[in-house]
């Protein structure tokens, strides 16, 4: 494998992802939720270099800090074309493009829901993506711009990935999403996830990143049916307080 990656936190529950391709060196931060974290990370990584800016979608916490790590860096800041609404970019990519990081091809998909614009990065052959606020360990992402039909068809299409694809997302929201997860499955396997999930959490662990496979094993939104089945638990997890 020739794809590091680095996964700390930064903000209430945001995670910042910096991601090297060891052949060149090239590195890239995937979104700016919080430039002061992101650049004691990779001064802690030894890496030496920040290249790319590679943001998924337009939300502040995204892109805050690209206007300064752009100053600091000189690095290209590459991403849909609604970033314009909140942060300077030098790049527009969108669905079929494919976005070079060193020796390391990354693939671009669309998947609107969350946002209209948003996209994801997926490197084929390394098995790894980067995949903002569409999918998450368990959950996905509210519905703030998109509809119940656009984002479902986002996560079909990340379901066709292969399970072995290694999911980086960009929050912690884990285990409240394995509460709401455990309202409606009542398997004996979901009840061990969630165990293992809230552990993690006791111990202070990450649960990013996931996989494909999990995801389409115990995650509510990937176990849907239809259109109208994920519009019903997207719905009930806007107001869920267990």
């Given amino acids: ?30 979104d700016t939720p919080d430039a002061d974290a992101i650049l004691v990370d990779l001064e802690r990584s030894g890496w030496g270099r920040l290249d790319l800016i590679l943001n998924t979608h337009w939300h502040p916490d995204h892109t805050q800090g690209n206007a300064r790590l752009k100053a ?22 969108a669905g079929g493009d494919t976005v070079m990081l060193g020796e390391t091809v990354l693939e671009v998909t669309d998947t609107p829901g969350h946002t209209l614009g948003h996209i994801v990065y997926r490197s084929a052959a390394e098995g790894h993506a980067f995949v903002g606020d569409v999918l998450f360990n368990l959950g996905c992402g509210r519905l703030f711009e998109g509809t119940p039909d656009q984002m479902y068809a986002s996560l079909q299409r990340l379901a066709a990935w292969p399970d072995e694809t290694v999911i980086w997302c960009a929050h912690e929201y884990t285990a409240a999403n394995a509460r709401f997860a455990l309202s409606l499955d009542d398997r004996p396997e979901m009840a061990a996830r969630a165990e293992e999930i809230f552990a993690m959490r006791e111990r202070g662990e990450a649960t990013v990143p996931t996989t494909i496979g999990a995801e389409k094993a115990f995650n509510p939104f990937l176990r849907a049916i239809d259109v109208a089945d994920f519009a019903a638990r997207r719905s009930a997890k806007d107001v869920f307080r267990g």
């Avoid at 529950?13 to 090239?26: F, P, Q, T």
């Fill in 72 to 93: 600091e860096t000189g690095c290209e800041i590459i991403g849909p074309e609604e970033v314009r609404r909140a942060a300077p970019i030098d790049r527009i990519v």
């Fill in 1 to 30: 494998m020739t794809l590091d990656v680095r996964l700390f936190p930064c903000l209430n529950d945001n995670y910042g992802l910096l991601v090297r391709d060891a052949g060149s060196g090239v590195v890239a931060t995937i």
